[in-house]
Structures are given as structure tokens and as C-alpha cells.
Nanobody, 124 residues
Framework: QVHLVESGGGSVQAGGSLRLSCQYS???????LAWFRQAPGKGREGLAA????????YYADSVKGRFTISEDSSNKRVYLQMNSLEPGDTAMYYC??????????????????WGQGTQVTVSS
């Protein structure tokens, strides 16, 4: 059973940065790892994804150039570095894993495993 635990959320002012971390366990590789977010009253939005073990990452247009996904496979962590944060980035952020991979469109229905989420709040 794949287990994902996010951390690193918090409150920050607009223009600031945060780095989210996701500790994963329970699998040996071959998964797509991704970050999603969900704001109150909105659907879940795919932000960034990459194959575990290294690959060219995929990004949603809304975060391209501001957010960076990376993995430390030795410590079984995947990160989301978020820069130039805006109030519109306020949401619950989730780490997810897809067994056997997923598409570059970063769609939530392709992901089998989810963390519990970590809240990010950006104030103006």
C-alpha cells in the first residue's frame, strides 16, 4: 500500500515562497508523482508531475515558471517549490501517486494514492 504524507504548508504574504514536501512509502518505483491543489468551492487542479526516478516534469500553465517539482529518491521525498506566490494560490495542496504512470495533463482521476493535504494561505 502506497502511503503519502505532505508537510510544509503555511501562511505567507504575496510574493513569498514555500516548499512543500511529500514523504512516500510502500512502492519500489515506476509511479508518476504529482502535486494537486483544491481551493474552497473549486475542483481539484493538477499542478506538476514527474515519474519517480527522474523524468522531464510536467506543469500546468497556471504555475509554469513559478513552481518546481523535484524528487529526492534516496529519502523518498517529492517536493514542490513555490515562488512568487499569489493570493489565488491559496488552497489545500495534495501529493498523489499513479501506479504505472499518468498523462502530461495531470488529471486527478489517473492517480490511485493521495496524501491528506497541507494548507497554503497567501495573503495580499
Amino acid at each position: 500500500q502506497v502511503h503519502l504524507v505532505e508537510s510544509g504548508g503555511g501562511s505567507v504574504q504575496a510574493g513569498g515562497s514555500l516548499r512543500l514536501s511529500c514523504q512516500y512509502s510502500g512502492y519500489g518505483g515506476g509511479y508518476m508523482l504529482a502535486w494537486f491543489r483544491q481551493a474552497p468551492g473549486k475542483g481539484r487542479e493538477g499542478l506538476a508531475a514527474m515519474y519517480s526516478g527522474g523524468s522531464e516534469p510536467y506543469y500546468a500553465d497556471s504555475v509554469k515558471g513559478r513552481f518546481t517539482i523535484s524528487e529526492d529518491s534516496s529519502n523518498k521525498r517529492v517536493y514542490l517549490q513555490m515562488n512568487s506566490l499569489e493570493p489565488g494560490d491559496t488552497a489545500m495542496y495534495y501529493c498523489a501517486a499513479a501506479a504505472g504512470g499518468a498523462s502530461a495533463r495531470i488529471m486527478d482521476y489517473e492517480y490511485n494514492y493521495w496524501g491528506q493535504g497541507t494548507q497554503v494561505t497567501v495573503s495580499s
